[in-house]
């Protein structure tokens, strides 16, 4: 079996080249631009929509362009605006010499997928202060909650939440019930009844500022989970916010330095913020096939910390888990970035119930213990993984409050189990091992880790036995000829310029650092081992060559 890619010709080194040419030998700059429009704005141009949102790069921009074009600004943001047009205002947009692309403001919905495992993750032992370790509940970390609100009234959460903002216009109550879930798998309290207490969050310790941006159906637009995801880094140092939490997603419909989202994740982790984000929960078709290439925003970001979901079979017994059938796969659409960063538990996750919300009324089979203000229920989805690996960071962030989001992630990633039967596609780096994070950042050196730019620019790429990639033995053996490849970052493993061939042993470890390059020769080979793992970068740069091979 094979994939291949063809990638549009934005990406082709060739053809910008020739674009560049074409303008210096005197063509009409206006007439060779068209900025780059995301799918859905793409598919409104093409059917001729008649009402469409439009989010702008850039307040004064958006201005401009509604004063130009007689447009109405339905909803002005830090960074940017939103525009309503119809197609022909869209294609007089996309023309505009000034404009270099423009987004949709699509839905945005919870990454849940409603169907004790903190000793699982080894959570249980960090609380205790196993060895060395100092006694870890996230206790002075506030990790911010990008939700569905949630129910003040839950005994688990009383206490936890600092504030809350309600970016669609209610009073940040949970009437979906997905926030309420997913906070108390954060920052949760113990249950206050014998059948309950075994209930806590991996970060128990921890406070939470709820940012509301889903409605009491579970969706909500782009144009709020940018304005909560500013809001937490205005507001930063009045609460100590150090993790946001983003168990939400949507199609990837262009490339991330294009989505406004992501951007925004990036703006949050260059001001100190380790920003978490659900891998989404298409990793298969209603009948059983596999997708490839599912995550979703803001999850394609490099600079989130992706988490999809394990199935742990309801044991700590790290022998039996799975990566979920649901969570989804990478590489990222468009970039190829790769997704997940990980994977949590996120199978059958038992955590707070909103009393009232519309899961709690539509499920109730799943309710598992309590009643009222201290009722728990249980759900499915990467929504749950990433709240494990939200509540991890926080405990890590307690141990030592300086390390940067990079050093977090690092320290997540480099201390999880690699799962070679899911290869690095289904399970990143691996199994979250919050025990072993937490010794690793206690004494690891950590501190002096950075973010450069991050770039990838593929122009052509075929995989071959990608039957591989897909089946149970994971990656098995990889071999790369590349005509040209470029990995770029900063930090301190080594560093390796030049021609060279290189044969992996079976079981090698590879973890890129933040400063290394590599540069690959015309004729290089080299061949990765059946259970070799590879871990890039929290902004690495890959630049593939024109007829690069992967096999």
Not at 61 to 86: I, P, Q
Not at 286 to 296: N, P
Not at 447 to 459: E, Q, R
């Amino acid at each position: 079996m094979s994939i291949r890619f063809t990638f549009p010709s934005q990406f082709s080194a060739r053809v910008v080249l020739f674009a560049a040419l074409a303008v210096a030998a005197g063509a009409p700059a206006e007439a060779q631009h068209r900025a780059r429009l995301s799918d859905d704005l793409a598919d409104h141009l093409v059917s001729g929509s008649s009402s469409v949102e439009v989010i702008v790069d850039g307040a004064a921009a958006a201005d401009r362009l509604a004063a130009k074009y007689n447009l109405r600004v339905k909803r002005r943001l830090r960074s940017g605006g939103v525009l309503v047009v119809n197609a022909g205002q869209l294609s007089a947009l996309q023309n505009d010499i000034d404009v270099e692309h423009l987004s949709g403001n699509i839905r945005y919905k919870s990454s849940a997928a409603i169907d004790p495992v903190d000793e699982g993750i080894g959570a249980d032992q960090v609380w205790s202060g196993a060895g060395p370790l100092p006694k870890l509940t996230g206790r002075g970390v506030t990790v911010a909650l990008i939700d569905s609100g949630i129910d003040p009234t839950h005994n688990a959460l009383k206490g936890h939440v600092l504030t809350s903002v309600d970016f669609t216009g209610g009073d940040g109550v949970d009437r979906f019930g997905h926030g309420t879930h997913v906070a108390a798998i954060i920052a949760g309290q113990p249950g206050q009844t014998a059948d309950t207490q075994m209930y806590r969050g991996v970060a128990y310790g921890a406070q939470l500022v709820n940012l509301r941006v889903l409605g009491n159906d579970g969706s909500g637009s782009a144009a709020d989970v940018i304005e909560a995801i500013d809001w937490a880094i205005d507001h930063q140092r009045a609460y100590n916010i150090r993790v946001i939490n983003l168990s939400l997603g949507a199609p990837v419909l262009q490339p991330y330095r294009d989505d406004p989202v992501c951007a925004a994740v990036e703006r949050a982790v260059r001001a100190g913020i380790v920003v978490v984000a659900a891998a989404g929960n298409h990793g298969q078709t209603a009948d059983g096939r596999t997708i490839v290439g599912g995550i979703t925003s803001p999850g394609n970001s490099p600079y989130a910390l992706t988490v999809g979901a394990l199935d742990a079979k309801g044991t700590a017994d790290r022998g039996d888990d799975e990566v979920a059938a649901f969570s989804s796969i990478g590489p990222t659409r468009f970039d190829l970035v790769m997704k997940p960063d990980l994977v949590a538990p996120g199978r059958r996750i038992t955590s707070a119930e909103a009393a009232g919300s519309l899961l709690s009324v539509n499920f109730p089979l799943q309710h598992v213990a309590g009643s009222g203000a201290n009722s728990y229920i249980y759900g499915s989805g990467t929504s749950m993984a990433t709240a494990m690996a939200s509540g991890a960071a926080a405990l890590l962030l307690e141990e030592r409050p300086n390390l940067q989001p990079i050093a977090i992630k690092a320290a997540l990633q480099m201390t999880s189990s690699f799962m070679p039967e899911a290869g690095l596609i289904r399970a990143g780096a691996g199994s979250l091992n919050v025990l072993a994070a937490a010794d690793f950042a206690l004494n690891g050196d950590l501190s002096n880790t950075t973010i450069a730019g991050a770039s990838i620019a593929p122009s052509h790429l075929v995989i071959a036995s990608a039957d591989q990639l897909l089946s149970a033995q994971g990656f098995g053996r990889l071999s790369i000829r590349l005509s040209l490849a470029t990995k770029r970052g900063r930090g301190r493993t080594g560093h390796v310029d030049g021609h060279f061939n290189h044969t992996s042993a079976a079981s090698d470890t590879v973890i890129w650092g933040d400063a290394d390059t590599v540069i690959w020769g015309d004729s290089d080979t080299v061949i990765w081992g059946d259970s070799d793992t590879v871990i890039w970068g929290d902004a690495d740069t890959v630049i593939w060559g024109d007829a690069d091979t992967v096999i």
